[in-house]
């Protein structure tokens, strides 16, 4: 924390610095331990000439001297004894190879990622080598000119969305705006500019889960999931389209959502198109609305709260030129930011609005109507999950049907334990819905995760496993066609499954566990003849940071289902 305050800020210069790669640590060594000492952030380029001094007396600028580094590279979330792991296994490497000679004292290790990337994460163990220095005649790349000379003078254009980006949008893009009228309860806010947003709709969901789908499939869009593969910066505000229901519905607004992300500047005239289905780009006409503003960590019963209040702020001076049918919420912060929050209210102004029709302005979110399907449970978290019928259920395990024919993508793991299998199952089907397939699309990721064991000799079973992907709604029909040979498309025919459900962060304990619980609630019931023992699956339905409410659950077949070997 010390670091990231001298980069927002905490320094002589009060100048807010870009976030750099990689965050180096130097390494205490003892004969038995290993413990971190020195935390170091690299100074960008366009301020390695004039960065400014720490404010912090335990923050301190130095320089680097050229160096030559033995370097290990390693995936995943990195832990001190992953470090250490690393260090040892170089170490040993280089005394192999005859280089004991070369090895310092000098340890480094270096991370590369945001906490919260989950996949194809870098990191790297540093031995700093005695003897070999940079050759002064080896190639260097062409850096940014951080010369004190006079940077070129801005463009009119420039200027004025400088002059005009609001402070709070915190050196983001986010639409620019005039002030028409200021009161200590709201403002009236003008965008007097066509801007285009990229929006998703989402209904049959309450705020909070409603928030999170939303949020990642345009998260999805600028990441690349487009038509021109295009990474785009994050904007603000991100806003939430929502419905007001009358006094005693029961509930404050309707499960009927729509999010919004600005599109940037530099995008505003060739946005590239979405590629998926459920998101659409939209042009928003010019608006006036009347905005409270609020702080902290939003909330539905703060939104409730201070919508009310811009409601009876309004009222108060007279005005009701507003559009009572439905609002908006505003956020202008990442979840990690932890003060200084802002968040607004927006209710849409008739009179003061140049626009003549509602319809218009809905273009803001595309009211676009989706086809209705079956609801999914509230265990798949807003993901795409195969439909079922629930025939029976008792305190111990229910029997559940799927009466459709699904198509799964699947890969074949063999010779590993369970762990390490599942983890490479995973990642190569998560290359697949990334854009490893023959139309390099970027396919949505669905719930469960179903694994297929195959019971074995063993102490619990044989190292082969099925990895399993649910193939979403919208290419069952006709499944895009993977590239890689390890990963292909199966068709699971429709069956019945007695099932048990249990929550945590699962593992092989726990899946052998729930396995013999199952097996003998079954036979207790006089249903131990009735499902096939051959082969079982895990069914896994959340990602590893969603700590509260997991679900996880052991599949056993029925026999009678129409396809009696259930062989993806």
Same mark, same amino acid.
């Given at each position: 924390?010390?670091?990231?305050?001298?980069?927002?800020?905490? /320094?002589?210069?009060?100048?807010?610095?870009?976030?750099?790669?990689?965050?180096?640590?130097?390494? /205490?060594?003892?004969?038995?331990?290993?413990?971190?000492?020195?935390?170091?952030?690299?100074?960008?380029?366009?301020?390695?000439?004039?960065?400014?001094?720490?404010?912090? +007396?335990?923050?301190?600028?130095?320089?680097?001297?050229?160096?030559?580094?033995?370097?290990?590279?390693?995936?995943?979330?990195?832990?001190?004894?992953?470090? *250490?792991?690393?260090?040892?296994?170089?170490?040993?490497?280089?005394? !192999? +190879?005859?280089?004991?000679?070369?090895?310092?004292?000098?340890?480094?290790?270096?991370?590369?990622?945001?906490?919260?990337?989950?996949?194809?994460?870098?990191?790297?163990?540093?031995?700093?080598?005695? $003897? $070999?220095?940079?050759?002064?005649?080896?190639?260097?790349?062409?850096?940014?000119?951080?010369?004190?000379?006079? %940077?070129?003078?801005?463009?009119? =254009?420039?200027?004025?969305?400088? !002059?005009?980006?609001?402070?709070?949008?915190?050196?983001?893009?986010?639409?620019?705006?005039?002030?028409?009228?200021?009161?200590?309860?709201?403002?009236?806010?003008?965008?007097?500019?066509?801007?285009?947003?990229?929006?998703?709709?989402? =209904?049959?969901?309450?705020?909070?889960?409603?928030?999170?789908?939303?949020?990642?499939?345009?998260?999805?869009?600028?990441?690349?999931? $487009?038509?021109?593969?295009?990474?785009?910066?994050?904007?603000?505000?991100?806003?939430?389209?929502?419905?007001?229901?009358?006094?005693?519905?029961?509930?404050?607004?309707? !499960?009927?959502?729509?999010?919004?992300?600005?599109?940037?500047?530099?995008?505003?005239?060739?946005?590239?198109?979405?590629?998926?289905?459920?998101?659409?780009?939209?042009?928003?006409?010019?608006?006036?609305?009347?905005?409270?503003?609020?702080?902290?960590?939003?909330?539905?019963?703060?939104?409730?709260?201070?919508?009310?209040?811009?409601? /009876?702020?309004?009222?108060?001076?007279?005005?009701?030129?507003?559009?009572?049918?439905?609002?908006?919420?505003?956020?202008?912060?990442?979840?990690?930011?932890?003060?200084?929050?802002?968040?607004?209210?927006?209710?849409?102004?008739?009179?003061? #609005?140049?626009?003549?029709?509602?319809?218009?302005?809905?273009?803001?979110?595309?009211?676009?109507?989706?086809?209705?399907?079956?609801?999914?449970?509230?265990?798949?978290?807003?993901?795409?999950?195969?439909?079922?019928?629930?025939?029976?259920?008792?305190?111990?395990? !229910?029997?559940?049907?799927?009466?459709?024919? @699904?198509?799964?993508?699947?890969?074949?793991?063999?010779?590993?334990?369970?762990?390490?299998?599942? *983890?490479?199952?995973?990642? *190569?089907?998560?290359? @697949?819905?990334?854009?490893?397939?023959?139309?390099?699309?970027?396919?949505?990721?669905?719930?469960?995760?179903?694994?297929?064991?195959?019971?074995?000799?063993?102490?619990?079973?044989?190292?082969?496993?099925?990895? #399993?992907?649910?193939?979403?709604?919208?290419?069952?029909? $006709?499944?895009?066609?993977?590239?890689?040979?390890?990963?292909?498309?199966?068709?699971?025919?429709?069956?019945? =499954?007695?099932?048990?459900?249990?929550?945590?962060?699962?593992?092989?304990?726990?899946?052998?566990?729930?396995?013999?619980?199952?097996?003998?609630?079954?036979?207790?019931?006089?249903?131990?003849?009735?499902?096939?023992?051959?082969?079982?699956? @895990?069914?896994?339905?959340?990602?590893?940071?969603?700590?509260?409410?997991?679900?996880?659950?052991?599949?056993?077949?029925?026999?009678?289902?129409?396809? %009696?070997?259930?062989?993806?």
């Amino acid at each position: 924390m010390r670091l990231f305050r001298y980069i927002s800020g905490n /320094n002589q210069a009060e100048m807010k610095i870009e976030m750099t790669v990689p965050v180096a640590k130097k390494m /205490n060594t003892g004969p038995r331990s290993m413990s971190y000492q020195t935390m170091s952030f690299f100074i960008p380029f366009e301020h390695q000439q004039d960065a400014p001094m720490p404010n912090n +007396d335990n923050v301190n600028l130095e320089i680097v001297k050229p160096f030559c580094a033995y370097v290990k590279v390693y995936g995943g979330f990195t832990t001190l004894s992953k470090v *250490r792991e690393n260090y040892q296994s170089l170490l040993r490497e280089l005394r !192999e +190879d005859g280089r004991s000679n070369d090895i310092s004292d000098s340890i480094y290790s270096a991370g590369y990622d945001d906490r919260f990337k989950l996949f194809n994460r870098h990191n790297e163990v540093w031995i700093i080598s005695k $003897n $070999n220095k940079p050759s002064e005649n080896a190639a260097v790349p062409d850096l940014p000119n951080t010369s004190s000379e006079p %940077k070129p003078a801005k463009s009119t =254009a420039d200027k004025k969305l400088t !002059e005009k980006t609001p402070q709070f949008c915190d050196e983001n893009d986010c639409p620019l705006f005039y002030v028409k009228k200021n009161t200590t309860d709201f403002q009236l806010r003008c965008y007097n500019e066509s801007y285009k947003w990229v929006s998703t709709s989402v =209904a049959n969901m309450n705020s909070k889960l409603a928030g999170k789908t939303a949020f990642w499939r345009l998260f999805r869009y600028i990441e690349g999931s $487009n038509a021109k593969q295009m990474k785009i910066k994050m904007t603000v505000p991100v806003t939430m389209m929502m419905q007001p229901l009358q006094p005693g519905s029961g509930s404050f607004v309707k !499960e009927d959502f729509t999010m919004s992300f600005f599109i940037p500047f530099k995008h505003q005239k060739d946005a590239p198109a979405p590629t998926a289905d459920d998101v659409e780009l939209n042009t928003v006409k010019p608006f006036c609305a009347y905005v409270r503003e609020y702080g902290g960590f939003s909330n539905m019963e703060k939104v409730e709260t201070h919508y009310k209040e811009l409601l /009876n702020a309004l009222k108060l001076q007279g005005i009701d030129d507003f559009y009572t049918n439905m609002f908006y919420t505003a956020g202008y912060d990442a979840p990690y930011k932890l003060f200084n929050r802002r968040n607004e209210i927006w209710l849409i102004s008739k009179s003061q #609005n140049p626009m003549q029709s509602l319809v218009v302005l809905l273009a803001l979110v595309g009211l676009s109507v989706v086809q209705a399907r079956p609801k999914e449970p509230d265990f798949c978290h807003g993901l795409e999950c195969p439909h079922f019928k629930t025939v029976n259920k008792t305190d111990a395990f !229910e029997l559940r049907c799927y009466e459709t024919d @699904y198509k799964w993508a699947s890969t074949i793991v063999a010779g590993y334990e369970y762990d390490e299998a599942v *983890r490479m199952g995973f990642m *190569r089907l998560f290359n @697949y819905i990334e854009g490893d397939n023959v139309k390099k699309l970027k396919i949505a990721m669905t719930a469960p995760v179903a694994v297929e064991i195959q019971a074995g000799q063993g102490p619990f079973c044989k190292n082969n496993f099925t990895v #399993n992907f649910f193939v979403p709604f919208k290419y069952q029909d $006709n499944p895009v066609e993977p590239t890689s040979k390890s990963v292909f498309i199966s068709s699971l025919k429709k069956f019945c =499954a007695y099932v048990k459900s249990y929550g945590g962060y699962s593992n092989i304990k726990l899946i052998q566990e729930n396995t013999e619980k199952l097996s003998e609630a079954l036979v207790k019931a006089g249903l131990g003849d009735t499902f096939i023992k051959e082969v079982f699956f @895990y069914a896994g339905y959340d990602s590893p940071f969603r700590v509260f409410d997991r679900h996880n659950e052991i599949w056993f077949i029925k026999k009678d289902s129409d396809d %009696k070997t259930l062989n993806f």
